[in-house]
Every structure is written in C-alpha cells, then in structure tokens.
C-alpha cells in the first residue's frame, strides 16, 4: 500500500466531509462502506478500491485530482477561495435534496441574487 497516497485520500476526503458538514456514518453509507472501514480510509490506513475512489468523488463533489492530491496548485486561470468551494459544495449538496418545484424556486433565487 502507497502510504502516502492513503493519507493524503483520507485528508482531503476528511475535509471535504466536514467541510459539507456530513458525518462519517454519513459518508460511509452513501459510498457504500461500513462506518468503521470508512474511518479507516480517512486515518490514512487503508486505499480505496476504483469503484468507491469514483463514489467518493461523487458524494464529496471532489474531481479525482483533488483527491488524489493530483490538483496543480500553479495552474492558470481564476482560482476559488477554499471557503468558496465549502460553500458551493454545501449548496451543492443542499440542491440535490430538492424537489423540483424548490429547485426551481432556489434558481430563480439565486439568479436574481447574481445580477
């Protein structure tokens, strides 16, 4: 096992859990794991296989850069606050527990708020 490469999965995967302010068993659930098997991937012991790798991009609404550690801290372009991404990432996952007619009424909301 790439030891390095299980902590740094289990850093940005603790953070971006916190960060939408899920818990664990939360986590766990949604990628299909066991609470304790997923604290494990967080501490750093233990490697994800691809097919929970690509659901934990999915629920932590992280790129697999990102949470590879792979992201390129120099690349150009306008770059988000981390706190931004927080917040989009926890609206993100706020919106998707929407029903249609709510959704609809947050982007008409939301729209306006921007211009």
């Known amino acids: 096992m790439n030891e390095e490469l299980a902590a740094t999965i289990g850093a940005i995967s603790r953070a971006a859990r916190e960060q939408m302010g899920l818990t664990q068993a939360e986590v766990a659930d949604r990628v299909g794991l066991v609470p304790p098997v997923y604290s494990r991937l967080e501490r750093g012991q233990m490697l994800p296989s691809v097919?929970?790798?690509?659901?934990?991009?999915?629920?932590?609404?992280?790129?697999?850069?990102d949470l590879l550690g792979l992201a390129d801290s120099s690349a150009k372009g306008p770059r988000t606050r981390p706190e931004d991404d927080s917040n989009l990432r926890r609206l993100l996952f706020l919106a998707r527990k929407l029903d249609e007619r709510k959704l609809d009424a947050l982007v008409r909301i939301t729209t306006e708020l921007a211009r």
């Open 51 to 65: 097919p929970t790798l690509y659901r934990l991009c999915t629920e932590l609404m992280l790129s697999p850069e």
